[in-house]
């Protein structure tokens, strides 16, 4: 085939389809490959159903609270998991659909198809060979499962199997306490079924703060059963009453046998079959190139690696904007070098897990200080049940420079985002303090936090609000 | 007597407290006058009994989102009303005992009484006379009752007495619809009181821009009966099968006979009885001097006038900052200029209602840029069941530099304060566009209205990541 297209994408997953978005604006002669399903793993397997699990089961958890509250009959509340499936299938769908319109039109552009790269600007897909000018990968990802479990695959879910289950069984195992199992481990817990989790380390969600983590695992113990250290092996057991066949979990000292277990062990890219090895650079042991995460370029080829695929941040916002820089430089003269973003992780548990900036545990972190508030008698938290988590935020001595946070706390998205935007806009403690703080939020347990690191620097200016301390009425803060 | 103070603070709620902090760190020859019950009106009759009552009704009211999410039962769910009024008690006791702690250790130098002006540095109380270098004024406010309704006091509600009652009768009516007639209207309706709602203007909860006023007002009337432009007028009836005395509550186009009214006409500052005309200054129509915002000083004299009291913000975090001023500059030398916060205000409803900086409705508003987005299709709030809102935020045109929001929408007071940052520190769209949006947060709705701004604005660099556009997928923004 004499054709040279200028772009081809291959995968339209998030970073795919942003990258096409920039593309097109620059040219017509391109082509879209995507292998099996349309449609991102946001949409499909990922961000969106596991959200909407998650929102039906801290719908019916909040039961607990109603005693309290005055609310009476909460005893009589049931959850129909099967109900509970169809609605995020069903939302799923909507979902998904919004993302296929962004495909639709492109006629003959796009094709079904596994690509596999011949070399530099050549690719084969489907037996036809493909050439352009600049080639962009943006494959994704797979949820990880031990080659050793290959034997019970019909067993084991993961969220690319989860949400399409007709129901779910009485007790099931959680392997891998990351965002993902977590999220899913409580969810689970909270829509009744009875939950034992698994982790191999001693840190769960990406949490690297020991306090933040000891809060957070004692949190989600008191919903489920967690097992820490203790790497998980598989055996199938035969069903004791006839049913079918069961799982046995073995780990280091605990053991566990259930109906069907959810692998939660994180993603790996999809690059196996893409033939990386044929563009002569180097590949690490994951099979991975080298890929400047200013460019997205690999080496200095006219290739981009964009996305879950290049295994870097495995997170839908840095996938959007790896997927945005490719397409800019896959057009462009000279490849523009893109500042990257803040980084933002958050885990949709209840209290939240959230970290933003610099972790607790890296490089600098013996030359940070840290402030930080229980949320046991923050005041707001108190009034709404929701009083449970520990924020922690970091800073540079002297200048109080705001570095990061860790924290599993109440309303812990929406303050990541607020310490978000203070990190990326090099924003003191001081700053932070001279915001309005409403009465009563939550945001008033980040001020605490805030006002306990305020008291480790120079003090700011006596005519400064931000010198504010609290009035002493603990609840009221 | 003959003891001269450094300072008389009269006043021991949120304002006088944290003026006591502050003058206490200075001088130890001090004195506390409070008039009637000791405790802030945050802890005892405003912000903190008012939300531990709306997440009791909130809660109860999920219970609409339940049948969709899978969860079955919620019909059997009923609410006991005085549970719910024990419950606000007993948290508010407990807020108000953080709050006595504070002056508990005074002793002699805290009493109780009514203090009234005899002149600058002089003043009365239980018929002693007291004098100071220095007076802090910080008496608080109380809700408006017009002087036409007195003879229906007992048939009348106001906070003051709201919390205090055994229970609720089946029948009420809200007069007022700022923040606080529609936090209680709402949450009354909430508990399953049939609440009819009345308001004299156009606009409610201190809205001023029309679309997000008229999406507020669409909001509630889903939930109570709201009549909009009818000034109210009461007359008593008497109860029909032989019960207590019920209200009419007669408007220009509708009326309502209720069990109960609640009269949320707002908060007036308590400064009738203080003697203000004593200290030689002119005094306004509502008989306020003139004060200064950045000292809290009264004109030149050394008399400060600290939150509610002075009728300027009646909002707890202003009350506080108030307070800070004034016990500083009643102990300094020469009066520091404070600036002051960012205003931001927050209506504690369901959907959130808030407004950051410049109102839509200022004399500034004829130069402002405005972004805009409808939460009914954003994908977390789908998720969720709660996408209803809109939100909309204001830049200046050129330079971008954010001004101010309103907005009734999920997660509003999180998000206000996310804005209130940016406004604070004089933010661009851009500056905020480049900060991480995780997915799928509320706040992802913002970032549609700010890129709708930055539609309008000279766009940013190429390899700036603020330059990211909308995916084209609406439901997963």
């Given amino acids: 085939m004499s054709e040279i297209f200028d772009v081809i994408i291959v995968g339209a997953g998030t970073a795919g389809l942003a990258a096409l978005r920039e593309v097109k604006k620059r040219t017509g002669n391109f082509m879209l490959i995507n292998d099996g399903a349309w449609g991102t793993i946001c949409a499909r397997v990922g961000c969106m159903p596991s959200k909407t699990l998650i929102?039906?089961?801290?719908?019916?958890?909040?039961?607990?609270?109603?005693?309290?509250?005055?609310?009476?009959g909460a005893a009589s509340l049931t959850i129909e998991i099967p109900a509970v499936l169809q609605?995020?299938?069903?939302?799923?769908?909507?979902?998904?659909?919004?993302?296929?319109?962004?495909?639709?039109?492109?006629?003959e552009r796009a094709i079904s198809g596994r690509a596999r790269l011949l070399g530099v600007g050549r690719l084969a897909v489907n037996d036809r060979e493909f050439s352009a000018k600049n080639i962009i990968i943006a494959t994704g990802s797979h949820p990880v499962v031990p080659d050793a479990w290959r034997?019970?695959?019909?067993?084991?879910?993961?969220?690319?199997?989860?949400?399409?289950?007709?129901t779910l069984p009485a007790r099931m195992a959680v392997i891998g306490l990351g965002p993902i199992g977590i999220e899913m481990a409580q969810s689970l817990s909270r829509l009744g079924i009875e939950v034992v989790a698994f982790e191999a380390g001693m840190n769960i969600g990406g949490l690297s703060d020991p306090r933040v983590n000891a809060t957070a695992i004692d949190i989600l113990r008191r919903e489920f059963s967690?097992?820490?250290?203790?790497?998980?092996?598989?055996?199938?057991?035969?069903?004791?009453?006839?049913?079918?066949?069961?799982?046995?979990?073995?780990?280091?000292?605990?053991?566990?046998?259930?109906?069907?277990?959810?692998?939660?062990?994180?993603?790996?890219?999809?690059?196996?079959h893409l033939g990386l090895e044929n563009l002569g650079v180097e590949l690490d042991e994951d099979g991975?190139?080298?890929?400047?995460?200013?460019?997205?370029?690999?080496?200095?080829?006219?290739?981009?690696?964009?996305?879950?695929?290049?295994?870097?941040?495995?997170?839908?916002?840095?996938?959007?904007?790896?997927?945005?820089?490719?397409?800019?430089?896959?057009?462009?003269?000279a490849p523009a070098l893109f500042?990257?973003?803040?980084?933002?992780?958050?885990?949709?548990?209840?209290?939240?897990?959230?970290?933003v900036g610099k972790r607790f545990q890296s490089k600098c972190a013996s030359n940070m200080l840290a402030g930080e508030v229980d949320f046991r008698n923050q005041g707001r938290a108190r009034a709404g049940q929701r009083n449970k988590g520990v924020l922690r935020v970091y800073a540079e001595p002297e200048s109080g420079r705001l570095l990061g946070a860790e924290?599993?706390?109440?309303?812990?998205?929406?303050?990541?985002?607020?310490?978000?935007?203070?990190?990326?806009?090099?924003?003191?403690?001081?700053?932070?303090?001279?915001?309005?703080?409403?009465?009563?939020?939550?945001?008033?347990?980040?001020?605490t936090a805030l006002r306990q690191l305020a008291t480790q620097l120079p003090s700011c200016g006596e005519s400064d609000l931000a010198g504010c301390e609290p009035l002493g009425a603990q609840a009221l803060e």
């Fill in 288 to 333: 991975l190139p080298p890929v400047d995460p200013h460019t997205m370029r690999i080496s200095d080829l006219p290739v981009f690696l964009a996305g879950d695929a290049n295994g870097d941040t495995l997170l839908l916002h840095e996938a959007a904007d790896e997927g945005h820089i490719a397409g800019i430089n896959a057009t462009g003269a």
């Fill in 339 to 355: 500042a990257r973003r803040t980084p933002l992780s958050i885990v949709f548990a209840d209290p939240g897990i959230a970290m």
């Fill in 407 to 447: 924290m599993c706390a109440p309303a812990a998205e929406h303050i990541a985002h607020l310490l978000a935007l203070a990190v990326d806009r090099s924003l003191t403690v001081h700053d932070m303090l001279r915001m309005p703080f409403y009465h009563p939020v939550l945001e008033e347990g980040l001020r």
């Fill in 87 to 107: 609605r995020v299938r069903r939302l799923r769908d909507d979902f998904v659909a919004t993302t296929l319109k962004m495909t639709d039109a492109l006629g």
């Fill in 151 to 166: 034997p019970f695959a019909t067993q084991l879910l993961t969220t690319d199997t989860l949400f399409e289950q007709e």
């Fill in 226 to 272: 967690v097992h820490l250290g203790e790497k998980a092996d598989l055996e199938a057991v035969k069903g004791e009453a006839g049913g079918g066949v069961r799982m046995r979990v073995r780990a280091k000292e605990s053991e566990a046998v259930v109906d069907s277990v959810l692998v939660g062990l994180g993603r790996r890219p999809n690059v196996s």
């Fill in 55 to 72: 929102e039906a089961a801290s719908a019916f958890h909040r039961r607990h609270a109603f005693e309290k509250f005055g609310i009476r």
